[in-house]
Each structure stands twice: as structure tokens, then as C-alpha cells.
């Protein structure tokens, strides 16, 4: 990871020059982009040395995508010399990889469809780009990289659903990939992918989870983004969506890239090794500043507001399109997550998996049921949208644990975040109230590695008691969303 960290910050830095360079024509930008392209050659060059395996692969290829578009972008600052080196790390890599990774049957086969597949042949498809007409490798690298596109990248890389089955995050860098490559493929090859494959473009996991707008700085878990990580809130799928408005005039996904605050800029991540401090970086600024189309209107039009996504067993609730309104997240394996007033103010420490899910809206009220594989154990959320309230029932018997977001006040069994979001426990009782009892431990490799948290905070834990029945009744009530991006 300290590898891999290192290699996704310093293409992150140099794509973000080059862009700025590019994007305003100042000099001092293309020049360092220049001095990053070069470095990043020079220091990661011995890549075509080493045995190579899909791990590495992971790394490496961003590792060609990042220099293909920092040089490429600032090719007019590269002295002759300078390009011939640039090209030549490139193909040494390049051709590497092609012949014992990309041409393999593992790996051009159907089976090699989800996000390491995406990431990989996008990032290899860019390099080929950038060097297409000038190195004679780089004709083959592309033809085969979209023959994969069109054979498995597209029709395969989402569920039907539109989920990604690895999880949302994946979603998102499954567009992102997508999108770099299929842009670049058309502004440089004239090949547009956009037509023809625009049923499997769907950014329906997108419209269903974002829940409020994003300021600038670290995030946390779920706190614009719900069921998601902190590296996967609305800077991650910003981008992605200001392209999807661009390009399939989708009014409410451009609604909802704006909420991000944070627009052009470097992400950084609170992902950070432990003993060399490589810390994960995202350029995606440049991106969202040639994606935006100012001729989109930026307003919400879809008249869906419930989604459910079996593949992945998850389902969302919405109440509006406003920013910070209400909304409601329930999966099979994280647990329910509820968004108010612009905070996460309920996420579930499951004790109980709820695999079992049934939707119902009329518009007015959307109820979502969930049940156990067996048994009677049951939850139901019923969103009551004209009135602004949302009802949880769930029915175990085990105490129930959860911890919130923002700056709430408890009374008994009433918690409110100023004087627009209450939550208040009908069925059931409070025992235990802790306002810094949680506290997110980042990890990385499945927990085997923790990370060196630049941003870690504590969180309010709640524990409710069951009431008669083992029964758990919370009720949330919301004024106006109040949360303007």
C-alpha cells in the first residue's frame, strides 16, 4: 500500500497540473507537470523490470494513465529528448504488460468484467492514446482495449440494476474510468462509445444515495453519501455525474454535482500509510471543469424518488431533491443508515442482517420492509414525505446499537440537531448515551492494515433498549432541508 499510495499521489499531483495548465495556459503549471511527468518516469521506470501480477497491475496502470495524461496534456513544455523518454517509459511498460497481462486469456476473457478490469484497460486505453501515431505498439493496446470495452467493460461492468456487486464506491470508479477513457477515445480516434452503450450508463445508485451538499476538506463516512465510505462521497461521484449531464442531458444529475463544494479541486484522502505516510490522493478537478456544460439546467426532473437494487441488497428512500431533506439507506450488510438536516443522524451497528427486502410508494409514502433470512425479526422504515416524517419499526431482541453525526442534543429518549431535525424514540428506551463513545478506525487489506487517520473524530453512540414485544419504534421528523450548496 505504500507503493500503491505513492504511485496514485504522484500521478494525482501531476495530472492536476497538467490540467491547470491546459485549463489557463499559465506556464509555471505546464512546466511543473513537466518536472512531475518526468520524475514520476524516472522514479517508477523500473516497473518493466520486475515480474508482474494482478496486484501490481492495479497500481502500475495508473501509473501509465497518469503519465500518458500529464505529458500529454503538456506536451508543448517537453523538450524533444524529454518526449522520446516520456514514450519510451511508456512502451517499455506498456509493451510489458500487453504481452504477459492484457493478452492473456484471464484477463481479455469475459470473466475480467468488474472494477480491478475497468481500472486497468482504461488506464492501459489512455496510455495507447497518447501515444497513438507516434509508437507503432500503441495501435494494437487500443484496438484491443475497445474490443474489450465493447465485448465485456460496458455490457458487463454493472448489474442490470445499475449497482456495481463490489459495492457503490465501485460504481463510481467504474463511471470514472469509463468516462476518461470513452472521452478521450472520441476527441482523439473519433470512436464514440456514448451512443451506443448508453442503457448500460446508468447513475441510478448516484440519484439514489446522495443525500446533501459537501464543503471543502476531509470527509467522514456516510456524511453526504450514504452507505459510503469517506474516500467515496460527493467529490468522488461529482464528476462522474457533471459528465452523465453533459453528455445524456440529465438534468438532476447536474442538480446534484453542484451540491459539491469542493468542485476542481485535489481530493485528498483520509487514507494515509502507517510508517512512510503515502497518503491516497484523487485529481478528478480537471475533469469536472471540462465535464461541466453550463447549458444543462441544474435542476432535479426525475420523478423517482424510492430505488431498490437487488443485486447488492440495498434500498434507498428519498423525500425530495433538495439538498439535506430527508433520505433513507438500507443494506443487507452495512445496515440502515438515516440523513436529516445535512448529517447522518442514525447509522446502524448491525446485529441483525436483514437479506430479505420489499418496496412500496405511491408517491406520497414510500414503506421499505426488511425481514431476516428466517424468523420474525423484521425492520420497516415508512418515509410520509408531505409531512416530512419518517418511522422505523424494528422488531428484535437484542439492544440496539447506533451512532450519529453533526452536533445533537439528548433529552431522554428525544435527540435533536438544532431545531430542525428530532428524533424520537416512541417504543423503546435510551439506556445508553455516549457523546464520544464511536470512533471510525480506517483500514485497508480486508483490516489488516490500519491507517494513519489525519482526520479522525468521535461520534455520539446510542443504545435503545426494545420496548413490549422487542419492539423498537423511532420517529424522525425534518422542517425545511435548510442545507443550501
Not at 516497473?47 to 500529454?72: H, I, P, Q, S
Not at 470508479?173 to 451506443?196: E, I, N
Not at 445524456?248 to 444529475?253: H, K, V
Not at 409531512?387 to 435527540?415: D, F, H, I, M, Y
Amino acid at each position: 500500500y505504500d507503493r500503491f499510495y505513492a504511485i496514485m499521489h504522484d500521478l494525482a499531483v501531476t495530472e492536476h497540473l497538467a490540467f491547470a495548465y491546459a485549463l489557463s495556459g499559465d506556464r509555471r503549471f505546464g512546466e511543473r507537470a513537466r518536472d512531475w511527468v518526468l520524475a514520476s518516469c524516472r522514479v517508477w521506470k523500473h516497473e518493466a523490470d520486475g515480474k508482474l501480477d494482478g496486484g501490481k497491475a492495479y497500481a502500475v496502470c495508473r501509473l501509465l494513465k497518469g503519465v500518458a495524461t500529464g505529458y500529454d496534456l503538456a506536451w508543448d513544455c517537453f523538450s524533444p529528448a524529454e518526449r522520446n523518454e516520456v514514450e519510451e517509459t511508456l512502451v517499455r511498460i506498456g509493451q510489458m504488460y500487453w504481452t504477459d497481462y492484457f493478452s492473456t486469456a484471464a484477463i481479455a476473457g469475459p470473466q475480467f468484467h468488474t472494477h480491478h478490469a475497468i481500472v486497468e484497460w482504461a488506464s492501459f486505453g489512455i496510455a495507447a492514446l497518447a501515444l497513438l501515431g507516434d509508437r507503432g505498439e500503441a495501435s494494437a493496446w487500443l484496438e484491443a482495449t475497445v474490443k474489450k470495452f465493447e465485448d465485456h467493460l460496458l455490457p458487463m461492468g454493472l448489474a442490470e440494476d445499475g449497482s456495481q456487486i463490489e459495492g457503490a464506491t465501485f460504481w463510481a470508479s467504474t463511471m470514472q474510468y469509463r468516462l476518461m477513457f470513452m472521452d478521450a477515445l472520441r476527441r482523439a480516434a473519433g470512436k464514440d462509445l456514448f451512443t451506443d452503450y448508453a442503457k448500460f450508463m446508468s447513475a441510478d445508485l448516484a440519484l439514489a444515495a446522495i443525500a446533501c451538499g459537501k464543503k471543502s476538506g476531509y470527509s467522514q463516512s456516510h456524511e453526504t453519501v450514504v452507505l459510503e465510505p469517506s474516500y467515496g462521497q460527493l467529490d468522488y461521484y461529482a464528476p462522474v455525474l457533471l459528465m452523465m449531464a453533459r453528455e445524456y442531458r440529465r438534468s438532476t444529475c447536474q442538480h446534484l454535482a453542484l451540491w459539491d463544494g469542493s468542485l476542481g479541486s485535489l481530493q485528498r484522502t483520509r487514507y494515509v500509510t502507517p510508517t512512510l505516510k503515502e497518503q491516497l490522493l484523487f485529481s478528478f478537478g480537471g475533469y469536472a471543469f471540462v465535464w461541466y456544460d453550463p447549458s444543462v439546467a441544474a435542476k432535479a426532473d426525475e420523478t423517482r424518488r424510492s430505488y431498490c437494487f437487488s443485486a447488492v441488497g440495498e434500498c434507498y428512500l428519498r423525500r425530495s431533491w433538495e439538498a439535506g431533506d430527508l433520505v433513507a439507506a438500507a443494506s443487507a450488510a452495512q445496515g440502515v443508515v438515516l440523513h436529516a438536516g445535512g448529517q447522518a443522524i442514525l447509522i446502524e451497528i448491525p446485529s441483525v442482517q436483514f437479506p430479505r427486502q420489499r418496496l412500496h410508494d405511491d408517491g406520497d409514502c414510500a414503506v421499505l420492509e426488511l425481514l431476516a433470512a428466517e424468523g420474525p425479526q423484521s425492520m420497516t422504515l415508512r418515509l410520509a414525505r408531505p409531512a416530512g416524517k419518517l418511522e422505523l419499526r424494528r422488531k428484535a431482541s437484542q439492544v440496539w446499537e447506533w451512532w450519529c453525526q453533526g452536533t445533537p442534543r439528548r433529552e431522554g429518549n428525544v435527540v435533536s440537531w438544532g431545531d430542525r431535525v428530532k428524533l424520537t424514540v416512541v417504543q423503546g428506551t435510551i439506556e445508553r448515551w455516549e457523546p464520544e463513545g464511536r470512533a471510525e478506525a480506517l483500514s485497508t487489506a480486508f483490516g489488516k492494515l490500519p491507517m494513519a487517520d489525519p482526520a479522525s473524530r468521535r461520534f455520539p453512540l446510542a443504545a435503545i433498549r426494545p420496548g413490549d414485544g422487542d419492539e423498537i419504534r423511532v420517529e424522525v421528523e425534518q422542517g425545511s432541508p435548510g442545507d443550501k450548496p
